[in-house]
């Protein structure tokens, strides 16, 4: 009775976004572009009684900037004095009010980092971790893979003699499998693919994203390579609009297509699912609505018989919030030796994941101390908080 006046009476009181920024040690890049500062967009959700929520909304540099005007002018008013408890009310409220403004895109990943804190402070409420309010742990335990292998500045034979070592390092660091970077061009990608296949052996799981680099075509010509590599999977290889062409790609290639990581909210993956482009979905909870839209949205994924594999990318808010949903994650479709999800690893540095909470994961160090396996925090909500003084460090003066 205690518990049902306290959560009654709590009220959103002020909502707060924290737009983390640094320079990297290295210049990085992707098929899109090349960048050498890293953000992170952590939002701060306070309720009346002292009770305070953590969430993450997924977009860099710029974007985080109009994310955090989205949070704090647009969404914030809209639900002071709000009961945090009410995620589900809260979620549609917003929706519904900015749906004439946007049903993708910054919309959305402004609303995912809000929802995610509400879910943190009802595990406070509550004592317990996220995964107990979905319904429980189907694992304490995942594997993870390390990506790495980004592009550079460099000449082709440059990339090709890195990534060879940078797989096997991956490899040796007792990652489950590793993921590259395309997108030099058709041609030389094979040759960066033939060069990961060389640094892990042949029995190793590799997979290759070219962050919608290709045309059919092209992605056709870097597939059939990939079959013959024996790749996992072919991670967004053509743009995410384009659905008719990712049913033709799944349709012939041997090589798991995937991707998702672009597309947002239950309608937006309701006609990504019937288009049957996908092997394998990536829902990136940070970007599609936050924990209450991914529940959804996965639901809709198992009920198309579509394994899930979670995009992950930022800060530590952003992993624990994944590893809270792969606790939850049900088998699919179940049995004695179902393969397990992973969680997605960025190998490169990021002081705003290893550095950022007051007791850190230490992902690389779990994963080498305990033959590859990260525990599931158990502590309430999300299982951990920043470290505020951390935050003011790197916090950008907007």
């Known amino acids: 009775m205690e518990l049902e006046l306290i959560t009654s009476a709590l009220k959103i009181k002020k909502i707060t976004s924290h737009v983390l920024q640094c320079d990297m040690p290295e210049e990085l890049g ?44 647009v969404i914030q008013p809209l639900v002071l004095g709000m009961d945090p408890m009410d995620r589900d009310v809260i979620w549609h409220k917003v929706y519904n009010l900015l749906r004439d403004h946007g049903q993708k895109g910054m919309p959305l990943q402004s ?42 500045r460099e000449s082709v034979e440059d990339h090709v003699a890195r990534f060879v070592d940078e797989a ?3 490899k040796d660091m007792g990652f489950a499998a590793t993921k590259m970077k395309i997108g030099l061009g058709a041609k030389d990608d094979v040759k960066l693919a033939e060069a990961v296949r060389r640094g892990v052996g042949d029995d190793f799981d590799f997979m290759a994203d070219a962050n919608h680099a290709y045309n059919t075509s092209d992605a056709f010509y870097v597939g059939r390579a990939l079959d013959e590599l024996g ?8 743009a995410p609009e384009d659905l008719d062409g ?17 597309e947002f909210s239950r309608w937006g993956w309701r006609g990504l699912l019937e288009s049957r482009g996908l092997d394998i979905a990536q829902p990136e909870v940070c970007a599609l609505g936050g924990i209450t839209e991914y529940l959804r949205v996965l ?24 590893l809270q949903l792969l606790a939850a994650m049900p088998p699919l479709p179940g049995g004695l030796f179902p393969r397990e999800p992973w969680l997605e690893f960025d190998t490169t540095e ?28 158990t502590g309430p909500g999300l299982g951990v908080e920043p470290d505020r003084d951390f935050i003011k460090a790197y916090e950008l003066d907007l």
Request: hydrophobic share 40%.
């Open 30 to 73: 992707y098929s899109q572009q090349y960048y050498a500062k890293r953000t992170a967009h952590i939002v701060e959700v306070e309720t009346d009684q002292g009770i305070t929520g953590w969430g993450e909304c997924f977009g860099p540099g710029n974007v985080a900037l109009a994310n955090k005007t989205i949070v704090e002018k």
């Open 168 to 170: 096997a390092a991956i």
């Open 231 to 238: 790749a996992y999977w072919f991670e967004e290889p053509i």
């Open 111 to 152: 609303l995912s980092g809000v929802d995610i804190a509400l879910w943190d402070i009802a595990g406070k409420v509550t004592g317990q971790p996220i995964h107990k309010l979905i319904g429980g742990a189907h694992r304490t335990h995942v594997r993870s893979y390390g990506y790495g292998m980004m592009l550079k």
């Open 246 to 262: 990712y049913r033709e790609l799944r349709a012939g290639l041997k090589v798991n297509i995937s991707g998702g990581e672009a």
């Open 299 to 322: 639901a809709l994924c198992h009920a198309h018989f579509t394994p899930v594999f979670n995009h992950v990318w930022g800060s530590a808010i952003a992993v624990a919030t994944n």
């Open 350 to 377: 990021n002081r705003f994941r290893d550095n950022l909470l007051a007791e850190p994961l230490d992902i690389q160090g779990q994963v080498k101390r305990n033959d590859g396996l990260i525990a599931i925090p």
